[in-house]
């Protein structure tokens, strides 16, 4: 009778954790296999690249059509392959003067990004900024690191 006891306390214990956490993580790896081997994991699955030559005259196409109204004849200037992205400079006619801007298209054609931030620009400019700032604060002070008196 005693062993009864014994015998069903031990079978009351849940299973040992570590038994379930090896099934999970074995299902979980066989799923990963099987998804990156059907190429779930490629970076441009699916994606179908446009060459710059159709990529440029179909932007400048859907600017005339949808903003053309807006911002005046735009024309395409030159495209270029920059940062996995077409960036593409393009005229537009203001007051007869074509300015050029720069605006981005993905390679597939399906994203238009009228601007881009350079992260490296714009952080070589703040630097150069907070130069300029503190050569303009700088105070005179004399040895021990008193303000000098005004000459």
Known sequence: MEEDKFSKKIS??????????????AVALVAVLIFSYSGGFKANSGMVEV????IGSYLVDFINKIYGPQIGNVSLQQVAAEHGLYKITIG???????????????RDGKLFIPQAIDIDEINSEYEQYLQQQNQVNVVPTDI??????AQ
Do not use: R
Not at 92 to 106: A, F, H, L, M, N
Not at 144 to 149: C, F, I, K, L, T
């Open 144 to 149: 021990q690191g008193e303000v000098a008196p």
């Open 92 to 106: 537009v006619t203001v007051e007869g003067q074509p300015p050029q801007q720069e605006v981005y298209v993905t």
């Open 12 to 25: 009351s214990k849940p299973q040992n954790i570590w038994i379930a956490v090896s099934a999970f993580l």
């Open 51 to 54: 060459s710059q030559d159709e």
